[in-house]
């Protein structure tokens, strides 16, 4: 799933907003919620272009997570 910069992938929520730690393995971007918790802390993962460094932060459709070279878009389901 891996996307050259710049480019995301849209990836369909059921409900009308996801936690970013719940999105990040979701999108397939990290393994565990241990790894989630851990890179979010760490500053690696930014929501809208910003640093975001809460792990329950309320993620809504068009929103789009970076967590390296790799990118994910909440998307409506």
Known sequence: MAHPSGESSDVPIRDASIRLGQFLKLADLIDTGADAKTVIA???????GEVERR???QLRPGDTVVYGDRAARVAPG
């Open 55 to 57: 792990r329950g932060r």
């Open 42 to 48: 760490d500053g690696l993962v930014s929501v809208n």
